[in-house]
């Protein structure tokens, strides 16, 4: 090499340098500018989680100008929240209070004129949508739940707790007031957190008349049925024929061992003169639910599922022409299940919610090309990095919705068709969120063991540094046939994991809507199979990242999350140093004899433990059975009041824990059911969440 060569090459050499260094002062000036601008700003923590406020839509005025919302706020004094009412124009403006009584406050009707009509604590109350003098209408013993108005006003249609069998011995024993015992015949003894007392949720209609309610009939008639449907039923399951002559609502009319294994609920319609009931959905056998007509009244349409005992299975809108009568399946041949829905002003459209590849989005049909024949094209209408929630209703500006991201609780906006853009209403938690250090959310896809594609949400925390190694968490989503969108959660907060110093992933294995009903059923009797192996694909694949400390891996979840957790922790070979499980199911066997909604079971496990078709759910993908290769600490958190997943299995699972010295601690919260309501007990369950990481990973 020649001298002219060597200088050019030592040149080259030393440019080549010079701007690396003038790359990397770039990075280093990026990182702490970004570092800077962190500091300026907060992180989520469990205080500040329950500091938010709490936003849900009520209703809109009827020119669709203002927008009545709830708002909740939680006090750490009282632990306990208290709910009212505020008035916003839906073009944006300040918020005015509207109630601000002790309590709850819940908007029953927004009349024409302006007259709002809302429900606290169980009695009716009017006042004018712009403010002024609030007056009572109704002075009940007892209240009223779950109210709707006739179309003229003249009848209120309620429901009621009615005894109908003496399960409970001051019942059955008038002379032993101070007894406390439960004596039962038949299943369906106790349901989610609540023993059955005897008493049933009965729909009932009564004439009114300037808040004077007349004589209430029982649609049910005294039988053991519930309208609304338990525990979770509530003013969606009743609904008003256009006339004001018929009532709709939703029952399961199945007594004790057969209401336990079904899921075949129909919708009623009871005629207010001839006072006879007839089942509108006779031959449908799975749930059938929210009942809406069209504004024009010409219309019914409602919720339907085809399998009787499946409780995830696809959910499809079903339309009924009162005109033609005929009854079509408007989805049918769409290959996704439907969260809820709502009709357009003009009747021409329905507009509704579905999960579709990781998050909730907005659908249409339009009616206008159904035929008896052919059903209508379904189109997405909105697309973007965030879930949309309630429908509230449409308005000139487009459709009043509320939405979230994984990084912001809800709000309320106003969805443009035309622009296909969200414009918030409400901003009752702006300017918390606008103070915290951003958290970096991104979708990540990997080639699952079978070579299926499988997608991830991955959360980073605020100050994410690339050239740095983090402790990671897999998070083991619910359901098991739960979407794991961006929505925003007051406990498993991926917000606030993050905000710890957490990287979290959440794939979104077999079993999750949003990627077609063939994903969405994969999980049926599969409970130990695929969907663990789609977890641990997930986490292997993200551990190859240079920033993923492989030595600090977590797995945490939730019911069937905890089922999960607890499976991993017997096959997981080493690839975790700490697991979380709260209320997860650990013993299938034990977990079948004391569940109460067996109809969940008998589908999805495949039936009982003694039929021996079965005989892998309660071996191979038994939790118990894997107990011999337990040797990674575990947390376990079991609620007392939980009957979907009784006391028993977390006390199992600890149990089994300790004898083979894994460190392991449990945490009892006596109070709960499978959540946690209690703002004070969310904080000890975060605080434990969180301590145990920092002891273990």
């Not at 199945?254 to 006879?276: P, W």
């Not at 894997?626 to 376990?636: C, S």
Request: glycine letters at 8%; one cysteine or more.
């Amino acid at each position: 090499m020649n001298k002219v060569s060597v200088l050019t090459c030592a040149i080259c050499m030393s440019l080549n340098a010079f701007a690396q260094e003038a790359r990397e002062m770039r990075v280093d000036r990026a990182l702490i500018t970004n570092k800077l601008h962190h500091l300026e700003k907060d992180v989520m923590t469990p205080e500040k989680l329950w500091q938010l406020g709490r936003v849900s839509a009520e209703g809109l005025s009827a020119d669709g100008q203002f927008l009545i919302y709830g708002l909740s706020n939680y006090s750490f004094g009282e632990n306990k929240s208290e709910k009212n009412l505020f008035v916003v124009p839906v073009a944006g403006g300040t918020p005015v209070s509207f109630t601000d009584d002790a309590g709850g406050a819940s908007v029953v009707e927004i009349g024409k004129d302006g007259t709002v009509i809302y429900l606290v604590n169980g009695q009716l109350w009017s006042k004018p949508l712009q403010g002024g003098e609030a007056k009572q209408l109704t002075n009940i013993e007892g209240g009223l739940e779950n109210v709707k108005l006739s179309p003229d006003g003249k009848h209120v249609l309620f429901s009621r707790s009615v005894l109908i069998h003496p399960y409970h011995s001051v019942d059955k024993y008038a002379d032993l007031p101070k007894s406390n015992v439960y004596i039962y015949d038949n299943l369906d003894y106790r349901h989610w957190d609540t023993f059955n007392n005897g008493r049933f949720n009965h729909p009932f209609v009564a004439s009114y008349d300037s808040g004077t309610l007349g004589d209430p009939i029982d649609l049910l008639d005294g039988e053991p049925f519930y309208s609304p449907q338990a525990p979770f039923g509530g003013a969606d399951d009743f609904t008003w024929s256009p006339d004001g002559k018929a009532v709709l609502y939703v029952c399961k009319k199945r007594f004790g061992k057969d209401y336990a294994t079904t899921t075949n609920t129909d919708i009623y319609r009871y005629d207010l003169v001839s006072k006879t009931t007839t089942n509108l959905t006779e031959g449908l056998k799975g749930y059938d639910t929210h009942p809406l007509y069209s504004p024009d009244g010409q219309k019914l349409a409602w919720l339907s599922m085809k399998t009787d005992g499946y409780e995830a299975d696809k959910n499809d809108i079903i339309l009924f022409d009162r005109g033609s009568t005929t009854r079509v399946n408007l989805t049918d041949a769409w290959d996704g299940t439907v969260n809820s829905f709502i009709w357009s002003n003009d009747s021409r459209r329905l507009y509704f919610t579905a999960p579709t590849k990781g998050t909730v989005q907005l659908f249409a049909i339009d009616l206008s090309s159904a035929r008896k024949t052919k059903t209508p094209e379904v189109q997405q209408i909105s697309e973007g990095a965030f879930d949309i929630g309630d429908l509230v209703g449409e308005t000139a500006r487009g459709l009043v919705v509320s939405s979230t991201t994984m990084t912001r609780a809800a709000e309320i906006y106003i969805y443009d068709l035309a622009k296909r853009s969200l414009t918030p209403i409400t901003h009752v938690n702006d300017e918390v969120f606008d103070n915290l250090a951003e958290t970096k959310v991104e979708g990540r896809f990997t080639k699952a063991s079978d070579g299926a594609d499988l997608f991830s949400w991955v959360i980073y925390p605020p100050d994410f540094d690339p050239t740095k190694k983090y402790p990671t968490l897999l998070f083991c989503q619910g359901g098991p046939q739960s979407a794991t969108t961006l929505g925003y959660s007051f406990r498993w907060n991926f917000q606030l994991m993050a905000s710890q110093g957490y990287i979290v992933i959440l794939p979104n294995r077999r079993g999750m809507p949003g990627w077609g009903v063939e994903w969405n059923h994969a999980i049926s009797k599969d409970w130990g199979g695929q969907p663990i192996q789609d977890y641990l694909s997930a986490i292997d694949d993200l551990a190859k990242e240079p920033y993923v400390d492989k030595a600090r891996i977590g797995a945490v979840g939730a019911s069937y999350g905890g089922y999960s957790v607890f499976m991993l922790a017997g096959v997981h070979e080493g690839r975790f140093k700490t697991f979380i499980s709260h209320c997860g199911l650990f013993d299938m066997t034990s977990w079948y004899g004391t569940t109460e909604e067996l109809f969940f079971a008998n589908y999805d496990l495949g039936g009982p433990y003694w039929d021996k078709q079965n005989e892998k759910t309660y071996t191979t993908f038994n939790p118990i059975k894997h107990i011999d290769k337990w040797n990674t600490p575990i947390l376990i958190f079991q609620g007392g009041k939980d009957f979907r997943v009784p006391v028993g299995q977390g006390l199992e699972a600890f149990q089994a824990a300790q004898l083979k010295n894994v460190k392991s601690r449990l945490v009892y919260l006596p109070e709960e059911n499978h959540w946690v309501l209690s703002g004070h007990n969310a904080q000890v369950w975060q605080r434990e969440f969180f301590a145990w990481l920092k002891e273990t990973l």
